[in-house]
């Protein structure tokens, strides 16, 4: 995937998919999609949204310590969620309910954690490989960066095989971004060229601070500083962010070229 300007959409407005010269490289991955994986987006979307509002109540009832919105950002993560293999490995932030639903964890283990009830998390190896949610903004790349390192020295990656090559996914936020974790976390994961994809998903806010004071540039540009591709992407767009993130992980899994790298 090289540097790509223009910010990818799929769908129009109305919901219609888009078939342009600019959306040719995706549709594949779309057109492979049944009608009943594209109800089962549509599902996770309106299931957790309900959640999350109920959850919100929950909060100013004071039932629960703190809640962690995910309203908005539902296509942005049902996408990704779904893009990821069952071999993959997930590092979420705090805010992605929905691809923990997606790789079958309860989403009551998340309210039991905000409760109070339980003492950070869950079995990420019985819940899809989705690891604990990360309160200290940013290292779950660092934590992303070790386990791909990991894979690339299991020889785990770059087989050929899809269905059985692992990869890593790891989101953060716009305002995470400027924690120095990302930056040594790019640093390793371009130098050992780590089966790995960065999902930003930037929501324009640090709680009060703008992106604009966070970064004088487009945020997915900083990649390429690192020597890493990257794309912006419309994240109220599932099918955009199923079909570029599912390309990301099988490149960054099939490592292409880069079998000969040694640590
Ligand atoms: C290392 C660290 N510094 C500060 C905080 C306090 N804090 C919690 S959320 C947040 C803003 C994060 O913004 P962003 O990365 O854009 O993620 P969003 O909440 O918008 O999804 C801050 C500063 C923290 N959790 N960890
Ligand atoms: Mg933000």
């Keep these: 995937m090289s540097q790509e300007s223009a910010t990818v ?6 919901g219609t998919l888009l078939r342009s010269e600019a959306t040719e490289r995706y549709l594949p991955v779309i ?13 996770q979307m309106v299931v957790i949204r309900r959640f999350d509002l109920e959850a919100g109540n929950l909060q100013r009832q004071g039932q629960l310590a703190l ?9 942005a993560q049902v996408g990704s969620g779904y893009a990821a293999r069952p071999q993959d490995h997930i590092f979420p932030s705090y805010r992605e309910h929905v691809v923990g639903r997606i790789r079958g964890l309860d989403p009551l283990e998340i309210i039991r954690q905000l409760r109070g009830n339980s003492h950070g998390g869950w079995d990420a190896a019985a819940n899809g490989n989705f690891h604990l949610y990360a309160i200290v903004l940013s290292s779950q790349t660092l934590h992303a ?8 020295f299991d020889g785990a990656i770059a087989s050929g095989d899809p269905e059985s090559d692992q990869a890593v996914i790891v989101y953060y936020g716009d305002g995470a971004s400027s924690e120095g974790d ?3 976390s790019m640093v390793f994961a371009a130098s050992y060229q780590t089966p790995q994809v960065f999902f930003l998903q930037n929501n324009q806010w640090a709680i009060s601070v ?17 020597g890493i591709p990257s794309l912006q992407i419309d994240g109220n767009d599932v099918l955009a962010a199923y079909a570029t993130t599912r ?17």
Excluded at 247 to 263: F, K, V, W
């Design 210 to 226: 703008p992106v604009s004071r966070q970064s004088r540039t487009p945020l997915y540009e900083r990649a390429a500083g690192y």
């Design 182 to 184: 990302v930056h040594e």
């Design 31 to 43: 057109d492979a999609l049944d009608e009943q994986q594209l109800l089962d987006f549509h599902r």
């Design 67 to 75: 809640w962690i919105p995910s309203m908005g950002q539902e296509a």
């Design 9 to 14: 959409q799929l769908l129009s407005p109305e």
């Design 145 to 152: 960066t070790g386990y791909a390192m990991g894979l690339r």
């Design 247 to 263: 390309i990301a992980l099988d490149e960054a899994r099939g490592a292409a070229g880069r079998a000969s790298l040694r640590p």
